[in-house]
């Protein structure tokens, strides 16, 4: 079964702190990964994208991926309240489908 | 521009009902993905659309599940003999090609009782 792990949690940071979420993959054929955010009641919601390795850095977010270590992970700084949700990894693999495999998600509550 | 729309936002039905839920993908979008989220879960694969085609139906649970996009535009799920395991929130994404990002639906929260 090709699986996408991440730590359940949950993440709590102070406002202000720089939230880090971590996501490894178990297929070596996966090659785009993805990153949502859920509030809680409502549908996944899409944040980043990253196909190469590297950093990518969209505004307050960069995601990592280090596809030797199959590892992907989303920094926030300068959380918010308002960032506080559950965070979903996902992967695509070239191997099979365009299907997306997610993980469990990490809750993230962002402290005043 | 509209996004992913799903109906109904709720349905509840009874233990071996029928039931179909429809999914309008944004427009233009050849990807549609069909996935089920239960509390606490993340979504989790059932099938994959491109145009017309399921290209992978393999996460399907069982032959009561059913689903057809026959212009290659909107998506029908359709579960028959409902059964309380069923009961989980149903997500409709849809991307612009293959090998690209999806976009989510608000989700149907189908409730068997």
């Known amino acids: 079964q090709k699986e996408v792990e991440q730590n359940s949690g949950p993440l709590s940071v102070p406002e202000g702190a720089i939230a880090s979420l971590n996501c490894t993959y178990s297929?070596?054929?996966?090659?785009?990964f993805f990153w949502y955010r859920q509030y809680s009641g409502k549908s996944p919601e899409l944040i980043m994208s990253i196909y190469s390795n590297g950093d990518k850095e969209d505004g307050r977010f960069t995601a990592q991926l280090n596809k030797a270590s199959q590892y992907v992970s989303l920094l926030i700084r300068d959380s918010q309240p308002s960032d506080s949700a559950t965070y979903l990894c996902?992967?695509?693999?070239?191997?099979?489908?365009?299907?997306?495999?997610f993980g469990k998600g990490m809750k993230l509550t962002v402290n005043p | 521009g509209a996004g992913v729309s799903q109906t109904p936002s709720n349905k509840v039905t009874e233990k071996g009902k029928y039931v179909e839920l429809r999914c309008d993908p944004i427009s233009g979008h050849t990807a549609l993905y069909w996935y089920r989220q239960s509390l606490g879960q993340g979504p989790e694969f059932l099938i994959y659309f491109q145009g017309t085609g399921a290209a992978d139906d393999s996460g399907l649970p069982n032959d009561r599940f059913f689903a057809v996009r026959p212009e290659g535009s909107v998506s029908t799920l359709k579960i028959q003999r409902t059964e309380r395991g069923d009961s989980a929130v149903y997500l409709c994404a849809s991307g612009p090609g293959e090998w690209t990002e999806a976009f989510f639906g608000q989700g149907t929260r189908l409730t068997v009782v």
């Open positions: 297929d070596r054929g996966s090659q785009s």
């Open positions: 996902a992967s695509q693999s070239l191997g099979g489908s365009e299907k997306l495999v």
